[in-house]
């Protein structure tokens, strides 16, 4: 797969006029400017909670390598789930903060979060996987599944 700068400008303006879009459509500024309904969406909708993950997939004679951008993620908060054919990653963070001072309360919650399923292109063996986490960045380590050699067979 061949990265595509065109492609990601198309995905970031499709993301800002969906985002506009449901800001005049469902909030009570509708007078602010005139909106239009997204087709197939329902009233109520909010904005997704887990953003896609970029993900690069390399694979060399031995192993599938996945590297997965997590940034502002703890360790703690990945979960990772691999299968023979197939990678999920998903994080969430949530956070809520108090503060209470003489005139004022305040109150914020924060909540991120990734998920991504990659699929593989060759078998792994999900038991000999190695995951790391470091500045951000998850490195997953999955070792290939070796195929049977073919062999001759005497036929009686």
């Given amino acids: 797969m061949v990265w595509d700068i065109f492609d990601e400008i198309r995905k970031m303006q499709e993301e800002m006029d969906r985002v506009f879009d449901d800001f005049f459509t469902h909030s009570p500024y509708k007078q602010v400017g005139p909106g239009r309904a997204l087709k197939g969406v329902e009233h109520g909708r909010q904005m997704p909670a ?3 993950a970029f993900v690069d997939v390399q694979e060399t004679d031995k192993e599938i390598i996945i590297t997965a951008e997590l940034p502002g993620m703890n360790k703690e908060d990945i979960e990772l789930n691999v299968t023979s ?58 070792p290939k599944k070796e195929v049977s050699k073919s062999r001759r067979l005497s036929i009686d």
């Fill in 50 to 52: 887990l953003r896609k």
């Fill in 85 to 142: 054919d197939t990678a999920e990653i998903r994080t969430e963070k949530k956070e809520e903060r108090t503060e209470e001072k003489e005139g004022y309360r305040a109150y914020g919650r924060k909540y991120a979060g990734f998920y991504r399923s990659v699929p593989l292109p060759v078998t792994v063996q999900p038991d000999g996987a190695k995951a790391s986490y470091k500045n951000g960045v998850l490195e997953v380590i999955l």
